[in-house]
C-alpha cells in the first residue's frame, strides 16, 4: 500500500474514534473506562480536531469551561450525567461543598497539566482563513479565562512563589502511578483505609492497572481534601503529598507562551503571560535540574528533596522551552538515545520509565513504562524545537507505526508494541491526526 494511502486511512480510522466517542459538545477519552470529560484528553483532542473541524474543536474547549471553578480552577473531571462505570464519580467527590464549584455541572476537585492555551491556540493556527475572524472572537472571548486559570495556578499553587507550581494529587499529574508520585505517596501516612470499590477493573484486566494500593492513596488523598472543602489554601498548609512536578510545569511554560500569544491575538497585554513563562522556565532550571545525573526531576516538596527516579518527565523541558542547550544535550545523547534507558533496540521510544528503573519498570503497566501517545507528541515538539529535527521526524514515524500496526490503544508495550488499556482512546486518536496532518505541512 502506498504511504500516502496508509496515511489516509490512519486518518479516518482515527476520526472514527472521535466520532464514537462524542457527547455531544464534548469528547469523551474512552467509550467505557472513561465516560466523562478529561481535561488534558479534551486538550490533546481539540489539538486533533482542529484539524479538521474548528467549531466542534471550540465546542470542546466551551464545554471544558463550563466546568471552571469560580477561583480559576479547571477540573480534572467534568461529569456527563449519563456516564456510568467510573470511580470515583460526582457522589464521592463532593465538589458542592465548595462555594467556588459552578453550580450547574458536577465535577472533580482537583486539576490536571495546563495544555489548555496550547489547545486553543492550535483552534486559531489550523482555522482556515474564512473563519479566522470567527475563531478571534471566540479567543477574546474565553482569553479571560485562560488567564485566570494561570492566575489560580501562580496563586493557589504556588505558596513559596517559586514560579512553581505545586501538585497535590497524582490524578493532577496525569501520570498517576508513576514512579515520583509512587515514591512520594510511599511516605503518605495513610491514617485509615479508604472503603470504595473500584470499577475500572471492569473494563480492563488488574495487571495493566494501578495497584489497589496506589488506589487506596489515590482515595485517601481525595477524601482529605474534601474534608476541607476543597480550600485550596487551607489544604496545602498540611498536605501530605506535594509535587513541583516537571511535566506539569514544563507544560505551563509552553501554555504561558502560547497565552502570550493569544494576548496578542486578541489584543491584550501579553507580558504577565512571558513574565509567568520566564519565571517557571527559570525555576526549573534553579530547583529541578540535577547535575549529578544529567536530568531534572520532580521536587517533593514535603520531604525536601528531588525525586530521582527514571522516567520520561525530565525530556518533557523540551517540549517547555526550558533546557539550555549544554542540558538539552545531554538529556538527548546520554539518556534518551540510550538503549538501556528510553530508546528500546528494535522497539518503540519511549518508554515512559526508563527500562533500567529497576525497582518499578513494567513494560505491561500504566505509566510504569509503556509507551503514551501525549508524552510522544510533546515529545516530538520538544525535540523539532530545541536543534534535533531529525529525531524528531524518527520519532513521528515510530509513533505512527505503533498505532498503524497496533491500533489506537490508551498504552503500548515499548518492546513488542502490544496496546493495553482501553482501546479507541481520544488522544491516540486525536494526536494520530495532528502528526500525520503536521507532516503534511511541512
Ligand atoms: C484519572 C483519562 C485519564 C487521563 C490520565 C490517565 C487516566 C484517570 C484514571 O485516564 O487517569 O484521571 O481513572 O485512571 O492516567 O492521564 O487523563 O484518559
Same mark, same amino acid.
Given at each position: 500500500m502506498?504511504v &500516502?494511502?496508509?496515511?489516509n486511512?490512519?486518518?479516518?480510522?482515527a476520526?472514527?474514534?472521535?466520532?464514537?466517542?462524542?457527547?455531544?459538545?464534548?469528547?469523551?477519552?474512552a !467509550?467505557?473506562l472513561?465516560? $466523562?470529560?478529561?481535561?488534558?484528553d479534551?486538550?490533546?483532542i481539540?489539538?486533533?480536531i482542529?484539524?479538521y *473541524?474548528?467549531?466542534?474543536?471550540?465546542?470542546?474547549?466551551?464545554s471544558?469551561?463550563?466546568?471552571?471553578?469560580h477561583?480559576?480552577?479547571?477540573?480534572?473531571?467534568?461529569?456527563?450525567?449519563?456516564?456510568?462505570?467510573?470511580?470515583?464519580?460526582?457522589?464521592?467527590w463532593?465538589?458542592e461543598?465548595? !462555594?467556588?464549584?459552578p453550580?450547574?455541572?458536577?465535577?472533580?476537585?482537583i486539576?490536571q497539566?495546563?495544555?489548555?492555551a496550547?489547545?486553543?491556540?492550535?483552534?486559531?493556527n @489550523?482555522?482556515?482563513?474564512?473563519?479566522?475572524?470567527e475563531?478571534?472572537a471566540?479567543l477574546r472571548?474565553?482569553?479571560?479565562?485562560?488567564?485566570l486559570?494561570?492566575?489560580f495556578?501562580?496563586t493557589?499553587?504556588d505558596p513559596?512563589?517559586?514560579?512553581?507550581?505545586?501538585?497535590? $494529587?497524582?490524578w493532577e #499529574?496525569?501520570?498517576?502511578?508513576?514512579?515520583?508520585?509512587?515514591?512520594?505517596g510511599?511516605?503518605?501516612?495513610l491514617?485509615y483505609?479508604?472503603?470504595?470499590?473500584r470499577?475500572d477493573t471492569?473494563?480492563?484486566?488488574?495487571?495493566?492497572?494501578?495497584? @489497589?494500593?496506589?488506589y *487506596?492513596?489515590?482515595?485517601w488523598?481525595?477524601?482529605?481534601?474534601?474534608a476541607?472543602d476543597?480550600?485550596?489554601?487551607?489544604y496545602?498548609? $498540611?498536605?501530605?503529598?506535594?509535587?513541583?512536578?516537571?511535566?506539569?510545569?514544563?507544560?505551563?511554560?509552553?501554555?504561558?507562551? *502560547?497565552?502570550?500569544r493569544?494576548?496578542?491575538?486578541?489584543?491584550a *497585554?501579553?507580558?504577565q503571560?512571558r513574565?509567568?513563562?520566564?519565571?517557571t522556565a527559570?525555576?526549573? @532550571?534553579?530547583?529541578l535540574?540535577?547535575?549529578?545525573?544529567?536530568m531534572?526531576?520532580?521536587?517533593?516538596?514535603?520531604?525536601g528533596?528531588?525525586?530521582?527516579?527514571?522516567?520520561?518527565a525530565g525530556?518533557?523541558t523540551?517540549?517547555?522551552?526550558?533546557?539550555p542547550?549544554?542540558?538539552?544535550?545531554r538529556?538527548?545523547?546520554?539518556?534518551l538515545?540510550?538503549p538501556?534507558?528510553f530508546?528500546p533496540?528494535?522497539?518503540?521510544?519511549?518508554?515512559?520509565?526508563a527500562?533500567?528503573?529497576?525497582?518499578?519498570f @513494567?513494560?505491561?503497566n500504566y505509566?510504569?513504562?509503556?509507551?503514551?501517545?501525549?508524552?510522544?507528541?510533546?515529545?516530538?515538539?520538544?525535540l523539532v524545537?530545541?536543534? $534535533?529535527?531529525?529525531?524528531?521526524?524518527?520519532?513521528?514515524?515510530?509513533?505512527?507505526?505503533?498505532?498503524?500496526?497496533?491500533?489506537?490503544? &490508551?498504552?503500548?508495550?515499548?518492546y513488542?508494541?502490544?496496546g493495553y488499556?482501553?482501546? #479507541?482512546?481520544g488522544w491516540?486518536a486525536?494526536?494520530?491526526?495532528?502528526?500525520?496532518?503536521?507532516?503534511?505541512?511541512r
Amino acid at each position: 500500500m502506498a504511504v &500516502e494511502e496508509q496515511l489516509n486511512r490512519l486518518v479516518a480510522d482515527a476520526r472514527a474514534v472521535l466520532q464514537a466517542n462524542d457527547l455531544g459538545g464534548s469528547t469523551k477519552p474512552a !467509550p467505557d473506562l472513561y465516560p $466523562h470529560q478529561w481535561f488534558w484528553d479534551s486538550c490533546f483532542i481539540t489539538i486533533g480536531i482542529s484539524r479538521y *473541524d474548528t467549531f466542534r474543536a471550540c465546542r470542546e474547549i466551551r464545554s471544558l469551561l463550563r466546568g471552571q471553578w469560580h477561583n480559576g480552577l479547571i477540573p480534572q473531571i467534568i461529569f456527563n450525567a449519563r456516564g456510568t462505570g467510573y470511580f470515583p464519580g460526582p457522589d464521592v467527590w463532593q465538589t458542592e461543598r465548595s !462555594p467556588n464549584a459552578p453550580k450547574d455541572v458536577a465535577t472533580s476537585g482537583i486539576t490536571q497539566p495546563p495544555v489548555l492555551a496550547t489547545a486553543v491556540l492550535s483552534i486559531w493556527n @489550523n482555522a482556515g482563513q474564512a473563519d479566522r475572524d470567527e475563531v478571534t472572537a471566540f479567543l477574546r472571548e474565553i482569553y479571560p479565562r485562560i488567564r485566570l486559570y494561570h492566575e489560580f495556578l501562580y496563586t493557589e499553587r504556588d505558596p513559596d512563589e517559586t514560579g512553581l507550581a505545586v501538585v497535590v $494529587h497524582p490524578w493532577e #499529574s496525569g501520570l498517576d502511578n508513576s514512579p515520583p508520585y509512587l515514591d512520594a505517596g510511599e511516605r503518605v501516612h495513610l491514617t485509615y483505609k479508604p472503603k470504595y470499590t473500584r470499577l475500572d477493573t471492569l473494563h480492563v484486566e488488574a495487571k495493566y492497572r494501578p495497584t @489497589n494500593k496506589n488506589y *487506596d492513596l489515590f482515595v485517601w488523598l481525595l477524601e482529605q481534601m474534601r474534608a476541607v472543602d476543597w480550600d485550596q489554601r487551607e489544604y496545602l498548609k $498540611h498536605a501530605t503529598l506535594q509535587v513541583e512536578d516537571v511535566i506539569f510545569n514544563s507544560i505551563l511554560c509552553r501554555a504561558n507562551g *502560547d497565552l502570550a500569544r493569544i494576548a496578542e491575538i486578541v489584543g491584550a *497585554d501579553p507580558s504577565q503571560a512571558r513574565a509567568w513563562r520566564e519565571k517557571t522556565a527559570k525555576a526549573i @532550571n534553579d530547583r529541578l535540574w540535577s547535575e549529578e545525573d544529567g536530568m531534572y526531576f520532580s521536587y517533593d516538596r514535603v520531604a525536601g528533596k528531588l525525586l530521582r527516579d527514571e522516567t520520561i518527565a525530565g525530556f518533557l523541558t523540551l517540549y517547555g522551552g526550558v533546557a539550555p542547550e549544554s542540558r538539552a544535550q545531554r538529556l538527548v545523547e546520554v539518556h534518551l538515545r540510550n538503549p538501556k534507558e528510553f530508546w528500546p533496540e528494535g522497539g518503540y521510544p519511549v518508554p515512559t520509565t526508563a527500562l533500567d528503573e529497576s525497582r518499578w519498570f @513494567n513494560p505491561e503497566n500504566y505509566w510504569l513504562g509503556p509507551v503514551w501517545i501525549n508524552m510522544n507528541w510533546m515529545l516530538i515538539h520538544g525535540l523539532v524545537d530545541s536543534g $534535533h529535527p531529525e529525531l524528531g521526524a524518527w520519532l513521528t514515524t515510530k509513533t505512527l507505526e505503533l498505532i498503524e500496526r497496533h491500533g489506537f490503544h &490508551e498504552y503500548f508495550n515499548p518492546y513488542s508494541g502490544e496496546g493495553y488499556g482501553t482501546d #479507541s482512546f481520544g488522544w491516540s486518536a486525536a494526536l494520530t491526526i495532528d502528526l500525520i496532518s503536521a507532516m503534511e505541512h511541512r
